[in-house]
T-cell receptor, first 112, second 109 residues
Framework: IAGITQAPTSQILAAGRRMTLRCTQD?????MYWYRQDLGLGLRLIHY???????GKGEVPDGYSVSRANTDDFPLTLASAVPSQTSVYFC???????????FGPGTRLTVL | GQNIDQPTEMTATEGAIVQINCTYQ??????LFWYQQHAGEAPTFLSY??LDGLEEKGRFSSFLSRSKGYSYLLLKELQMKDSASYLC??????????WGAGTKLIIKP
């Protein structure tokens, strides 16, 4: 059982390029989340999805988009990357929005 | 606004007890979570409190006072592997987690 996986593990990206971070879970969880984690700051929610087919904006959604075509996958797209998007990105899932969240291993993204 | 406050760093000795405090302000309240995060790894769930009082889980316990907007995580019989960051998160009325910046716990032999 893999749980929740993310790809790539790390990426260096030129500013202005488009990038999609992948997230897949095999726990049949309804809710999924994307966070970014920056030094000295708490995890910040970018986008979330409470169930397949629906998405919502979190605290810091600008410059990012998501889709939730099915239960398992929740990709995060940076349409035109900027250096301020350099961060560690974590995908998470939970059975329902009220329950504890399980995190993927993270993607370390550097935008130059 | 919504806010979670916790100390940036704490140091403790192997075998001892340490208490990590957290104060929270959220729009509505649906519980308080504690997560552990080792350096370079993902956060992992430790505990959840929604009612006042102490929840004990092995060497780890978590306490909540809703009237004071306060929680603490108590770690007993500290081991070197407990060196990690401990993240406090409050769940707001929209069931979204508001995260603290984390407390880095350093364990010395």
């Amino acid at each position: 059982i893999a749980g929740i996986t993310q790809a790539p593990t790390s990426q260096i990206l030129a500013a202005g390029r488009r990038m999609t971070l992948r997230c897949t879970q095999d726990m049949r969880h309804n809710a999924m989340y994307w966070y970014r984690q920056d030094l000295g700051l708490g995890l910040r929610l970018i986008h979330y999805s409470n169930t397949a087919g629906t998405t919502g904006k979190g605290e810091v959604p600008d410059g990012y988009s998501v889709s939730r075509a099915n239960t398992d996958d929740f990709p995060l797209t940076l349409a035109s990357a900027v250096p301020s998007q350099t961060s560690v990105y974590f995908c998470a899932s939970s059975d329902t929005a009220q329950n504890e969240q399980f995190f993927g291993p993270g993607t370390r993204l550097t935008v130059l | 606004g919504q806010n979670i406050d916790q100390p940036t760093e704490m140091t403790a000795t192997e075998g001892a007890i340490v208490q990590i405090n957290c104060t929270y302000q959220t729009s509505g309240f649906n519980g308080l979570f504690w997560y552990q995060q080792h350096a370079g790894e993902a956060p992992t769930f430790l505990s959840y409190n929604v009612l006042d009082g102490l929840e004990e889980k092995g060497r780890f316990s978590s306490f909540l006072s809703r009237s004071k907007g306060y929680s603490y995580l108590l770690l007993k019989e500290l081991q070197m592997k407990d060196s990690a960051s401990y993240l406090c998160a409050g769940m707001d009325s929209n069931y979204q987690l508001i995260w603290g910046a984390g407390t880095k716990l350093i364990i010395k032999p």
